[in-house]
């Protein structure tokens, strides 16, 4: 499975290489004398251009529902080296907070991933080692989708392979996401589900909002974690109401509001919608936990 899935990353970032060479050649004409430069670079501009939106890749808006398996994308700067390995690993780490985000109390610096909370610094973090065990189960979702905010790589994986490494870690059901959120989009450019999340029982929902860097594809990280950091909210604010339950599956987390604990779980945060406005360069993205069957 290992050997399948890079060699498919190495494929597509070969026949990208292909591409390019190709439209290098054309800047010579057949009879050896070179084309008018300004014209080559006016191509190239335009194919630029060209690229679609990654709000026009659905299975990274709008994470595909299918009975079986999970899906995680990621949104890569344009790395100019090692594409593949860093688009693998982007990817891979998605997965694993899903299955394996901690949390940790950490000083008042700017640490990417970092938020605070109730005037505590909070820290995510996550065990980069669970990668060896996830590539094997891992599948490529199609090809990675150049943007012109970033390169996005999707993977799906089964529930059923995913299982065994969860209980690794947690005594709690593998969660349930099959359903779908509105997609529509308001007259201000911003989508229904940001003004009026959505309502459903046993899944709390997070909406993140980010606009304050200028690189694009972090910005749309950033908006992840934002989201991720509204769920912890919402839960922080119901230790003693309809979470009671959540928490007595979860008592590491529960010591950890109550500082009682350095370093807790949160685990099965999955990021289900997104969308990027690219004349405000705003970020939208929405998480959900289900914290009961």
Known sequence: ??????????IICFCCLVSCVTNESTETGSNG?????????????NQKQQLQECNDVLEFSQTPVEKGYLYFSYINPFYLE???????????????????????????DQTYGSFILSDQKIQIFSDANLADQLIEIVELHGKIKETSQGDIITIKVAKDKIL????????????????TIDQKINHRNIPLWVLSPPKKEGYIFGVG?????????????YADISARKE?????????KGELTDYFEDN?????????????ARLPGIYIINRYYDATSKRAYSLAVLQYKK
């Open 251 to 263: 008592f590491e987390l529960l010591s950890f509001f109550n500082q009682q604990s350095s370093v």
């Open 1 to 10: 499975m290992k050997y399948n899935f890079i060699t498919s990353l190495f």
């Open 33 to 45: 004398n070179k084309i008018d430069t300004e014209l080559t670079n006016n191509q190239l501009s």
């Open 164 to 179: 065994p490494i969860w209980q690794q870690f947690h005594d709690i059901p593998l969660p349930n996401y099959s359903f």
């Open 209 to 221: 909002v980010y606009s304050d860097i200028s690189e694009t594809s972090k910005l749309i990280q």
């Open 231 to 239: 769920i912890l909210k919402s839960i922080y604010t119901n230790t």
């Open 82 to 108: 090692a594409k593949e390995e860093n688009y693998l690993f982007n990817v891979i780490t998605e997965l694993i907070h899903f299955i394996d985000l901690k949390l940790g109390y950490g000083s008042y």
